[in-house]
């Protein structure tokens, strides 16, 4: 299996570095660490007393490696999840946080298990992500990839200025739903025609 460490390499990857998109709620951003994020830790870089825009882009490349080992996959619990699934879940908590935690486990109750949509993984869920898992290996890996597409979708829907991030200006895959492919089987993919279908409400 691939290790935690490689994970979160790539997940700094598919992030890249400074941005800081007026329509992106999450603020100036660096390998995928927002400004938000470096306050709440008091990631003051430049030690000049408060943290700004000047103190993301400091932000090296290793220390966001460190920062969502540490806060997204240690903290929340990922790490308890089944192997196979923590990839997908981890990828997501950093690009959506508690969120990717609630879609496992609003998965969980459409499959039948008494868990709390919470943002929260506790003994509960946890237990209830493992039986399912064993119920259907692979089958669950998929279910969570989808959901992840589907909220994407759902945010688009919602919010105008956030398709772009959904559907690319050529009308291809936008990066949200190539990056949840990422983690879904090929035969689950969506045609161009499927998603073209499915985004055509936007215009």
Same mark, same amino acid.
């Given at each position: *299996?691939?290790?935690?460490?490689?994970?979160?390499?790539?997940?700094? $990857? @598919?992030?890249?570095?400074?941005?800081?998109? !007026?329509?992106? !709620?999450?603020?100036? +951003?660096? #390998?995928?660490?927002?400004?938000? +994020? *470096?306050?709440?830790?008091?990631?003051?870089?430049?030690?000049?007393?408060?943290?700004? =825009? $000047? %103190?993301?882009? @400091?932000? +090296?490349?290793?220390?966001?490696?460190?920062? #969502?080992?540490?806060?997204?996959?240690?903290?929340?619990?990922?790490? &308890?999840? !089944?192997? /196979?699934?923590?990839?997908?879940?981890?990828?997501?908590?950093?690009?959506?946080?508690?969120? /990717?935690?609630?879609?496992?486990?609003?998965?969980?109750? &459409? *499959?039948?298990?008494?868990? =709390?949509?919470?943002?929260?993984?506790?003994?509960? =869920?946890?237990? /209830?992500?493992?039986?399912?898992? @064993? $119920?259907?290996?692979?089958?669950?890996?998929?279910?969570?990839?989808?959901?992840?597409?589907?909220?994407? #979708?759902?945010?688009? %829907?919602?919010?105008?200025?956030?398709?772009?991030?959904?559907? /690319?200006?050529?009308?291809?895959?936008?990066?949200?739903?190539? @990056?949840?492919?990422?983690?879904?089987?090929?035969?689950?993919?969506?045609?161009?025609?499927? #998603?073209?279908?499915?985004?055509? $409400?936007?215009?």
């Amino acid at each position: *299996m691939t290790s935690v460490k490689q994970i979160a390499k790539e997940i700094v $990857a @598919r992030e890249g570095g400074y941005v800081n998109d !007026p329509d992106d !709620p999450g603020g100036a +951003t660096n #390998f995928g660490v927002t400004i938000h +994020t *470096m306050r709440r830790l008091g990631l003051d870089l430049d030690r000049d007393g408060v943290i700004t =825009s $000047a %103190d993301v882009r @400091r932000l +090296t490349r290793a220390q966001a490696e460190d920062i #969502f080992l540490e806060y997204y996959y240690k903290r929340p619990l990922i790490a &308890e999840l !089944p192997d /196979a699934i923590q990839p997908s879940v981890f990828d997501m908590y950093v690009n959506a946080g508690s969120n /990717a935690v609630k879609i496992l486990q609003q998965l969980l109750v &459409e *499959m039948g298990y008494a868990v =709390s949509v919470d943002g929260a993984l506790g003994p509960q =869920s946890l237990a /209830a992500v493992r039986a399912a898992y @064993r $119920a259907g290996a692979g089958h669950l890996v998929d279910a969570y990839g989808i959901a992840r597409r589907n909220y994407y #979708f759902r945010l688009a %829907d919602r919010r105008v200025a956030s398709r772009k991030y959904a559907r /690319a200006r050529a009308g291809g895959k936008g990066g949200w739903i190539k @990056r949840a492919e990422e983690f879904i089987s090929a035969k689950y993919h969506l045609t161009q025609e499927e #998603f073209n279908q499915r985004t055509a $409400a936007w215009g």
